[in-house]
């Protein structure tokens, strides 16, 4: 008969194990502060945390000083954006499991507001200039002439051209990872490409020539750089650089 060594029954226990990590966040307080500084804080975590509970922690805990957006904690509302270990994420979505160091290290992790718009205290940034540009692009559908007497039919097909942009949830973690818009902030911005390309390719909206001028400016779509730093930080995972090359296109080919 064939022994079988039995599998180590670590993993479940380990995903409950307390551990100990650091943040080190940027902190900014307008009222006190000349410039942001770093602070760190020492925080109790299992690796089925989400990065947003060890924030909450420091604010319930260890300064209630601390100001960050949130609000469902499920990946749906876009507010939790920030820059985690330097790259654009949303503290909702992303498990300690994926960010602690490897054969029991101390793990830091760094956090700072997302770039490219104004801090106004701490990891909480001024969205105005955002929302500018997104309503800037007609975010919603336009058709002339008479009302219809029934509902406007689309095809399963129709429908697909444009789906991926739909996902998109407004946390500006594409525009504010995007080297144009952090050197210059007049430009539109990728989320604010994107939500145009959702109407601009829905065979429902007659609006779409009047989206293209919009972006045919000088602070429009010609800025894009195609680095796909946009398409690397999207929560959602979209094609970013996709849909902005699609509304080049557009714009070149005069065929949407």
Same mark, same amino acid.
């Given at each position: 008969?064939?022994? !079988?060594?039995?599998? +180590?029954?670590?993993?479940?226990? &380990?995903?409950?194990?307390?551990? #100990?990590?650091? @943040?080190?966040? *940027?902190?900014?307080?307008?009222? !006190?502060?000349?410039? +942001?500084?770093?602070?760190?804080? &020492?925080?109790?975590?299992?690796? #089925?945390?989400? @990065?947003?509970? *060890?924030?909450?922690?420091?604010?319930?805990?260890?300064?209630?000083?601390?100001?960050?957006?949130?609000?469902?904690?499920?990946?749906?509302?876009?507010?939790?954006?920030?820059?985690?270990?330097?790259?654009?994420?949303?503290?909702?979505?992303?498990?300690?499991?994926?960010?602690?160091?490897?054969?029991?290290?101390?793990?830091?992790?760094?956090?700072?507001?997302?770039?490219?718009?104004?801090?106004?205290?701490?990891?909480?940034?001024?969205?105005?200039?955002?929302?500018?540009?997104?309503?800037?692009?007609?975010?919603?559908?336009?058709?002339?002439?008479?009302?219809?007497?029934?509902?406007?039919?689309?095809?399963?097909?129709?429908?697909?051209?444009?789906?991926?942009?739909?996902?998109?949830?407004?946390?500006?973690?594409?525009?504010?990872?995007?080297?144009?818009?952090?050197?210059?902030?007049?430009?539109?911005?990728?989320?604010?490409?994107?939500?145009?390309?959702?109407?601009?390719?829905?065979?429902?909206?007659?609006?779409?020539?009047?989206?293209?001028?919009?972006?045919?400016?000088?602070?429009?779509?010609?800025?894009?750089?195609?680095?796909?730093?946009?398409?690397?930080?999207?929560?959602?995972?979209?094609?970013?650089?996709?849909?902005?090359?699609?509304?080049?296109?557009?714009?070149?080919?005069?065929?949407?």
């Amino acid at each position: 008969m064939t022994s !079988v060594a039995e599998a +180590p029954a670590s993993s479940a226990s &380990d995903e409950h194990t307390p551990i #100990t990590v650091t @943040l080190k966040i *940027l902190r900014f307080n307008p009222e !006190v502060d000349t410039e +942001p500084h770093w602070e760190s804080y &020492d925080v109790p975590a299992q690796r #089925t945390d989400r @990065l947003l509970n *060890l924030l909450f922690y420091v604010k319930d805990y260890i300064d209630g000083t601390f100001s960050f957006r949130r609000s469902c904690a499920h990946g749906v509302c876009g507010s939790d954006a920030m820059q985690i270990n330097g790259i654009n994420r949303l503290a909702c979505k992303v498990l300690m499991k994926d960010l602690l160091e490897k054969n029991g290290k101390k793990t830091t992790i760094t956090i700072a507001p997302i770039k490219g718009l104004t801090t106004l205290k701490d990891l909480y940034v001024d969205m105005d200039p955002f929302f500018e540009a997104y309503r800037a692009i007609k975010p919603y559908l336009i058709t002339y002439g008479n009302e219809p007497t029934r509902e406007r039919i689309q095809s399963q097909a129709d429908r697909d051209r444009f789906d991926d942009t739909t996902k998109c949830i407004l946390c500006a973690c594409c525009t504010s990872s995007c080297p144009v818009y952090w050197n210059d902030g007049s430009y539109f911005g990728p989320a604010a490409i994107v939500n145009a390309h959702r109407f601009i390719f829905d065979s429902r909206d007659e609006g779409a020539e009047e989206r293209l001028d919009i972006l045919n400016d000088g602070e429009g779509v010609w800025r894009c750089r195609t680095t796909f730093n946009c398409t690397d930080a999207c929560p959602r995972g979209i094609q970013v650089t996709k849909a902005i090359q699609e509304v080049k296109r557009a714009l070149l080919f005069k065929r949407v």
